[in-house]
């Protein structure tokens, strides 16, 4: 069996210890240093018995009942409503379900009518949801601090309109604008006053793969990738995953490629060029560390070889070896491949579609004729509009949910250009920095307040309706447009009248009248046409023989680079100020609430710096954490921290390395060829949740190659059978006469996206505990991602397991319980009754999975003992209340909790069965994990059910019960993990 | 030991002596502030003779009832359809002196005529009722006396017991200890008896029966004209919550209905103004359960098929509604045991298979509630 291990720390046992002195010192040094005696004890326990008394004579308070005046038909109090919108934040759109119960948005799910997400979502679309209630979002209009009216901001805008200087440009600055009603907004405005312009810019730039493609095809787009239909994916420093692009739409079709469940016998191949370890990177079935000043190189090699077997000009490129064996793979799947950069650098982007256009994938891994209309930014147009800002050409620029002055700073340029507008808006419904140097702050309400339209491809088009009336005292930016420019009515006619004129044709509306149309598109949140007119692009081609011959060879020297990426739970930063996201541990190096140097272990090694150190990077100072897979001489830190004025929970949270982001070639480049490192000689203690849940290298994840699994499924997998036979128990089997509830977990599917881990908190109220908790690991989530690496740390390979209760039929936690509070229910689930539970751990002691979680302070506001309280990020708040799951405890200091597999949802189901009369379909009850997960990795049911889904899925060879051989008979199980990788093709 | 004896004596004479202090000092300061009052120039209504003259202290005529004898108040056991203290009093304050008066001595239509006829008042008399009434709506009706037998008892019951204990180990008055030993056996099983009481009813509110902001009564709206609960409580079969009926649906009655047989007009007028003026309507929740307790109403009465009768009592019988039962979790977990489930008649109930075969066996003649789980903890404690 292959060596698994969790972490450098791992492998250093002698570091493990000093990491233990280190927590047991923060232990000691805690705020609740036992110094209690005895004489405490008692005078506490007297006060209790007087407190009692003095509650006993207390009358109960007393509760109101206020009803609606008028009760609309379809609300019905304590039922929820289901409100289909869209989420788009400037990077991904997805299609959504807003769950609303009395009056409050509670829960955002996929939109399942949506074919490229299947009712999937992610981290932080499922995180978003918070950002609604969070007590930092500007509430009201300012101008210079002080308080002002809408009428007051819209007098003030007309004079400033009516008085406007017509050689001065006022400039409306947008991430890119995916509605299309919005889009004719603007060109009204601008048609009202002609010296308004437009500018886009988003915050991570993808400009270079415009611009290639301009090139190549004479049209700026950004195809449509399709994963699903690819047999190989060759990525380079590309994390499609995770961040990149449209990650929720690729992980389900990378998801999709790769299952070998339902008779499916071919996987798609995925190997993985990069420099620091990504999301992406540690799925591919095969990974290649390089330094990100050498992919341009391996890129060139790439076409070079591809193009000697195509017979068009070879350019002179030395080829690595590893570069062959790819190309030669590569050439064997023409038309079913796919190749991906995620460098925003147009000679890497050129080549890239060189290389697609060589293999002949465009049309069906690259669809460039169905674009996506995402990331419309252009990084010259944005110096440009930095220069005229300089020169005084712009009288005023609106920021409308952009943040230029953190995401582009532009050594400071950004500040200075910014400085000579006269007059500056923000509109935002966050803090902003930029916002800080505005004169007026016009709020926006949240997405969930918003009414808005979307078109992400031709003919998909989604709908964004309000959840919620507006908190504060907001106004969408359209609405300011509107009222500017003297237009009449809300932004929400705007929109309808623009589907009336624009989306309502025949084709679509079926016969139906437009209310009709109108009606049911809002219920479906969107309308597909499939009828409509495709863009005809024609690839005309580009000197990529002489642009790869520039890149002949390595350019990587013992220099040190930096790398600067996107972190899955963070992303940009433009969502930072949401205590889930900050608390959600990056999926790789398993650390939350900060940002770090990723170093790699060679380097580590060479200079003595372990996890911990502190660096100085170009004078900013990092810790480090030593990655396994990283290139050897790069460094990678991520972006999307250090905000300054992002509210209570973000401001101030690790640093900022957006200010390294330089321009090269007119655009925004995302690593830095050389830096300076230097230890200071402090440490810092990292909030990571990585080796407290060690397992000790037992048969945890099971894993096989696709060659040995065509041979024997059960291949990685044989110990089950042996488990099986010779495991026996002392006690009695339980009887389920109805239901049966298991879980079944496709390791081979996850990605390890931690979607579900959000979805989880957000459905079961689990609480966010804050930095210095997670240090002395009180994390809270009731489902994690444990990680694994295997084999050299120069480039392990890394598998990922997500791990809740195990619902065990002989749980090990309930024989031990003193108070029964945590027992068996009568259809096989481990249940937990919080109002019973006094607080031993002795379940949490005797759990060999490590799932049950402690509150060992009130993080909610459950009780009202105020000293019980920790609330590192306003958790207690009546604000953020708000988002708690009314159907779920809100468990108070003292109590175990853990996964209920959550039970609220099988009962709601089981019950609307019951009204109905009818028989509960098999895959009507989902959990918030599943319903959530892109890659379709959770599948729940009755097992007592042999027709359902999960009881066909335990019956294949690859099944296991994760510690089997404990005999503890877990409800959930996994299916083993299979690698596409054989010893005939591999790269090493 | 006796130096720690001395100290907590001295620290408690020393309290009785700051409290008796602070005791005086604040009927000091209150009478002061009562004083205080109608020492300006203007004619100040007495509010003393005010409240008596509300109480019938003070004649009002012959045969004249004390206004407090109709407009009580707190509810009662029994419902009181007059108007209460308080809404005579918000009433009162928004009139004029001579409003108020041909208000009170010349009234026309209903029951109010007739009770009215024999009051005789002076003019000045009239000014101080009318102060205090404003008064009164101003600061609210006065808390109402907490019954203290139980604490008194309980704390008599403590003296007696330290008596017996100090008797019996150094004054030694009464010979024989039995007595001793019976006193503080007796003292600590009542006192633990009320403790326990209190415990167990920590939370709970059986027989709770507040004063509605209208006095809607169910016996008569469901009682005398058999409306059936489902009409105003309709949610209770589709969703958790029973829900309370919006003032628009009881508009489609009383928006012909405006006078009520019981009650006049003044009652009703309240929903109509609720209705009509967008204010909302606080009703005081009766029946609650503790957070962490998840009930549905559609399960018990949709699915379950349960009478609401079974537990909220004979509500078409109540003028005031009272919680019927305590709601404690062993009243649901007996119910749970007792109570069949329509497993034939639902086609849900199919997955039970053994059950089923059970059934046809003969080995069962029914299914309870608590045979398919639902005495489950996390069937309610989610």
Known sequence: MKQYWKSIEDLVPAEEIEQEKKSSMVLSEGKESSGNSRRDFLKYFGFGIASAAVLAGCERPVKKAIPLLIQPEEIKPGTANYYASAFYDGTEMVPILVKVRDGRPIKIEGNDLCELTGGSTSARIQASLLNLYDESRPAQPMHNDTAITWEQVDADMLKLMAEWDVSKEFVILTPTVLSPSTQKLIADFKAKYSFVVHETFDAISYSAIREAFEKSYGEALIPSYRFDKAKLVIGFNADFLGTWLQPVAFSRQYAMARKLTGGQREMMRHLQFETTMSLTGSNADERVPIAAADEAHYVSALYAALASKAGVSVPVVTIPDVVNKIAEELWSNKGASLVVSGTNDVDIQSLICGINELLQNTGTTVVVDTPVHLFKGDDKAYSALLSRMEKGKVGAAMFWNTNPLYHAPMGGQTEKALASVPVKIAVNSQQTETAQLCDYSLPTPHFLESWDDAVLIDGVYSLTQPAIRPIFKTRQAQENLMAWAGFDGKYYDYIKLYWKENVYNMSLSQGKQFETFWKTSLRDGLVVDENIQKSKVAFSGSDFGSIASAYSAPKSGNELELLMYQNVPIGDGTLANNPWLQELPDPVSRICWDNYVAVSPALAALRGWTQGDLLSINDVELPVVVQPGQARNSLAIALGYGRTNAGRVATDLGKDVYPFVAMNNGHRQYYLEEVKAVATGGTYELAATQSHHSMEGRALVRETTIAEYLKNPASGNEMHEKFNEINTSLYSEHEYNGHHWGMVIDLNSCIGCNACVVACSAENNVPVVGRNEVRRSHEMHWLRLDRYYAGDTDNPEVVRQPVMCQHCDSAPCENVCPVAATNHSSEGINQMAYNRCIGTRYCNNNCPYKVRRFNWYDYTGADTIPNNTVDPAGMTLDLKRMVLNPDVTVRAKGVIEKCSMCVQRIQDKKLTAKRDGRELEDGEIKTACQQTCPADAITFGDTNDPNSKVSKLMADARQYGLLEELHTLPSVVYLSKVRNKDKNKTLS | ?382
């Open chain 2, 1 to 382: 030991m006796i130096k720690t004896l001395s100290r907590s004596q001295t620290s408690g004479k020393l309290f009785l002596k700051f409290f008796l202090l602070f005791f005086l000092l604040f009927q000091v300061l209150n009478v002061g502030a009562k004083d205080n009052r109608g020492k300006k120039g203007a004619p100040e209504p007495d509010l003393k003779v005010g409240e008596r003259l509300y109480y019938g202290l003070i004649s009002m005529g012959e045969e004249a009832n004390a206004c407090a004898s109709c407009h009580t108040y707190y509810t009662a056991d029994t419902i009181n359809w007059n108007p209460s203290a308080l809404e005579m009093a918000v009433v009162a304050s928004e009139m004029d002196l001579a409003t108020f008066k041909s208000h009170l001595l010349e009234p026309s239509g209903g029951v109010r005529e007739k009770v009215h006829a024999n009051y005789s008042l002076s003019d000045e008399q009239l000014f101080h009722l009318h102060g205090y009434l404003k008064e009164l709506a101003v600061d609210g009706v006065p808390e109402k006396a907490l019954s203290i037998n139980t604490i008194l008892i309980f704390l008599l019951l403590g003296v007696a017991m330290a008596i017996a204990l100090v008797d019996l180990f150094f004054t030694k008055k009464i010979p024989y200890k039995v007595i001793h030993i019976l006193i503080i056996l007796f003292g600590l099983s009542y006192q633990g008896k009320v403790v326990a009481h209190q415990m167990i009813d920590l939370g709970r509110s059986h027989e709770y029966m507040p004063d509605q902001p209208i006095k809607f009564s169910h016996q008569v709206h469901a009682g005398d004209n058999k409306i059936d609960c489902m009409y105003c409580h309709s949610n209770a079969e589709h969703g958790k919550s029973a829900g309370i009926p919006s003032a628009g649906l009881c508009m489609n009655c009383h928006m012909v209905v405006r006078n009520g047989t019981n009650s006049g007009q003044f009652e009703i007028a309240k929903v109509v103004d609720a209705y009509e003026n967008n204010k909302d309507i606080e009703w005081v929740r009766i029946h609650n359960l503790p957070d962490h307790v998840y009930f549905n109403h559609s399960q018990h009465v949709n699915a379950g098929q349960l009478d609401c009768a079974e537990c909220h009592g004979k509500v078409e019988e109540m003028h005031i509604l009272k919680q019927e039962n305590d709601l404690s979790m062993g009243w649901c977990l007996d119910c749970h045991k007792t109570t069949n489930v329509n497993f034939l008649g639902n086609d849900y109930y199919k997955v039970y298979e053994q059950l089923h075969k059970d059934i046809e066996a003969g080995v069962r003649d029914s299914i309870k509630a608590a045979d398919i789980g639902a005495n489950d903890c996390m069937k309610c404690h989610h």
